[in-house]
């Protein structure tokens, strides 16, 4: 190997040991390279309620919770501000048209609540895809 060669490497690796130490708070490769260090797992990481692609659940009255949202992805280079604006826009008019909130609960039997949420899923698919969302 050559000398600058060996600098560069010897560079390297003290940035990565500055960076790990900095990072975790104790000498993770300082000495020798390629070990590794436990270290904490980081807080459990939720995504927001508010996300576009964060599923709400609601309690159909049966003391059971169900996943009601639809996947959405944005097509025409929508932000994520925007993304947000539509899923709530288009809930709003989904819950308007169908006359049914998976945000809130029901004492309908399951079968009657099956078909109520069939229809807000149709109608809020609808409002996302005229936005240019593609549904699933």
């Known amino acids: 190997m050559s000398a600058q060669v060996s600098i560069f490497r010897n560079s390297v690796l003290a940035t990565i040991a500055m960076v790990a130490i900095g990072a975790a708070g104790n000498p993770v490769a300082a000495a020798g390279g ?26 159909s009255g049966n003391g059971q919770s169900r996943w009601t949202d639809l996947f959405a ?38 079968t009657d609540w099956a078909a109520k949420r069939e229809n807000y899923l149709r109608a809020e698919a609808a409002c996302l895809t005229a936005r240019n969302y593609s549904v699933k």
């Open 34 to 59: 390629g070990q590794y260090a436990a270290v904490q797992p980081p807080a459990t990481a939720t995504t927001p309620s508010n996300s576009p692609s964060a599923p709400r659940r609601d309690s």
């Open 73 to 110: 992805y944005p097509k025409g280079g929508q932000t994520t501000d925007q993304q947000v604006r539509d899923r709530d826009e288009c809930h709003k008019w989904a819950v308007q048209q169908s006359g049914f909130d998976p945000a809130q609960p029901s004492q309908d039997k399951p």
